[in-house]
T-cell receptor, first 113, second 113 residues
Framework: DTGVSQNPRHKITKRGQNVTFRCDPI?????LYWYRQTLGQGPEFLTY????????KSRLLSDRFSAERPKGSFSTLEIQRTEQGDSAMYLC???????????FGSGTQLSVL | GQQVMQIPQYQHVQEGEDFTTYCNSS?????IQWYKQRPGGHPVFLIQ?????EVKKQKRLTFQFGEAKKNSSLHITATQTTDVGTYFC?????????????FGKGTHLIIQP
């Protein structure tokens, strides 16, 4: 399967714990995006990378959130000191260049208890 | 910041009836994309519109981009049960360097056989 892969599919954690998600984009795609989606809402942009450079972060992104793409391939999204409001589906997407279609992964569903 | 609004939020139709969803942006867009998300699935790209007044068709689906590049619509002719899902529009603000797509909240299409 050469699609966008995300791990884990589900994560349950207690409030205050740190969590990390991984995204493996389509191999030839140089752009990687992180989105968050809550029930009944559209995906909300968090951040994106071109190769290993993080080019844009949403103003809504708390400083508890950090993302990396160290070698321009896979990416990780870490949430520190999780809060119940962080419960959501975290979607990763990749694209081949700017202003073209995004290919989404199946997401990581985070539940903060 | 940029806002993308979609109406209606929910649409119930009988199988075989037509369906239309409307998308409006608070700012002029450089392009607009449409995605479909099946229940329990992730967003899947349908189409991108770039030019003012552009109209594109995909079988029973017709997409339009407004002359002012601030609104768009998706029309489905003779709906089928396979059309069930949530349809999102997503746009990029014109003239900005930002590449993150802003999604609307989506229109949930429910089809009664």
């Amino acid at each position: 399967d050469t699609g966008v892969s995300q791990n884990p599919r589900h994560k349950i954690t207690k409030r205050g714990q740190n969590v990390t998600f991984r995204c493996d984009p389509i191999s030839e795609h140089n752009r990687l995006y992180w989105y968050r989606q809550t029930l009944g809402q559209g995906p909300e942009f968090l951040t994106y990378f071109q190769n290993e450079a993080q080019l844009e972060k949403s103003r809504l992104l708390s400083d508890r959130f950090s993302a990396e793409r160290p070698k321009g391939s896979f990416s990780t999204l870490e949430i520190q000191r999780t809060e119940q409001g962080d419960s959501a589906m975290y979607l990763c997407a990749s694209s081949f260049g700017p202003r073209v279609e995004l290919f989404f992964g199946s997401g990581t569903q985070l539940s903060v208890l | 910041g940029q806002q993308v609004m979609q109406i209606p939020q929910y649409q119930h139709v009988q199988e075989g009836e037509d369906f239309t969803t409307y998308c409006n942006s608070s700012t002029t867009l450089s392009n607009i994309q449409w995605y479909k998300q099946r229940p329990g699935g992730h967003p899947v790209f349908l189409i991108q519109l770039v030019k003012s007044g552009e109209v594109k068709k995909q079988k029973r689906l017709t997409f339009q981009f407004g002359e002012a590049k601030k609104n768009s619509s998706l029309h489905i002719t003779a709906t089928q049960t396979t059309d069930v899902g949530t349809y999102f529009c997503a746009g990029r603000e014109s003239g900005g360097g930002a590449d993150g797509l802003t999604f609307g909240k989506g229109t949930h299409l429910i089809i009664q056989p």
